[in-house]
C-alpha cells in the first residue's frame, strides 16, 4: 500500500480506469489531496510501477560496462551507484523496487527533478 508520505508531484504510478485498463499517471496536488483524505480508495486504483531495465534507461542511466549490475547517470557524483539485481535496485543498503522511489531517490540526491528521456 502506497503510504501519502511516498509520493511528490511529478511521481509515476500506474493507474486502473473504470475499464479495467492501466496506464502510467502523473502524481498530482489532487491525488496528493486524495491519498491524504482516502488512501484506502487512492490504493484501488493507484499502483507502483515495477523498476525495470527499461525505466532506467528511459530515466538517463547507463549501465557501467565494468559490472552488468551497476547503474550510473552522469549528473550524479561518481561516489553515487545503483546496482539492479532482477527487479530490485539497491542504494546504499535500501532496496528500491519501484519508479516513484527512484523519483524520489534522484530528487533528494540532487534536487533535481528525473525526467523521462
Known amino acids: 500500500m502506497i503510504q501519502p508520505q511516498e509520493l511528490r508531484i511529478g511521481n509515476i504510478l500506474n493507474y486502473t480506469t473504470a475499464e479495467n485498463d492501466i496506464l502510467p499517471t502523473t502524481i498530482d496536488w489532487q491525488d496528493l489531496k486524495w491519498i491524504s483524505e482516502d488512501q484506502k480508495g487512492f490504493n484501488l486504483v493507484h499502483h507502483p510501477i515495477a523498476l ?23 549528473d550524479l557524483t561518481k561516489e553515487v551507484r545503483i546496482r539492479i539485481q532482477g527487479k530490485y535496485l539497491f542504494y546504499n543498503g535500501r532496496i528500491i ?21
Do not use: C, D, M
Request: proline content about 2%; hydrophobic content about 35%; overall charge positive.
Open 97 to 117: 523496487n519501484s519508479i516513484h522511489q527512484v523519483q524520489n531517490l534522484y530528487f533528494a540526491l540532487t534536487g533535481k527533478e528525473l525526467k523521462i528521456n
Open 52 to 74: 525495470t531495465e527499461e525505466w532506467l534507461l528511459k530515466f538517463g542511466f547507463k549501465k557501467n560496462l565494468s559490472s552488468w549490475t551497476n547503474w550510473e547517470r552522469p
